[in-house]
């Protein structure tokens, strides 16, 4: 799932120490990771909400209240909706986006990184990221 997300949204989480932004899953609200995504398209063209959120003073808004400082497009724009708006979102359990990378592990992380990594479900789609290699099974 998203371990960066943890860090991503740091101050923001030391301001709010009861939130579950960034936490891990089932509780929490690590965010998205958009390997695998669904998207209703026909939803998201009706809903004012979601439309709303395409103009760049409501993301600029979210932006500054969650100190978010993103990179990686997509990912970034879903996640920081999600932290506000997860009504808009069914999330995917894990086996859907089964994420190999252990970089967060050995970067600061090692106390919680198995909350976000572990996975006991059947895998249906691994996702080879941070360049790892791909079961065989």
Known sequence: MAKSNRHTFWQYRRENPSSK???PPPDGQPGFNSGVMLLDLEAMRHSELYNSLLEPKLLSHLADKYHF????????FFTMVGMEYPSLFHVLDCSWNRQLCTWWRDHGYADVFHLYFSCEKLIKIYHGNCNTVIPED
């Open 21 to 23: 932004v960034g936490d």
């Open 69 to 76: 400082h993103g990179h990686l497009g997509d990912q970034d």
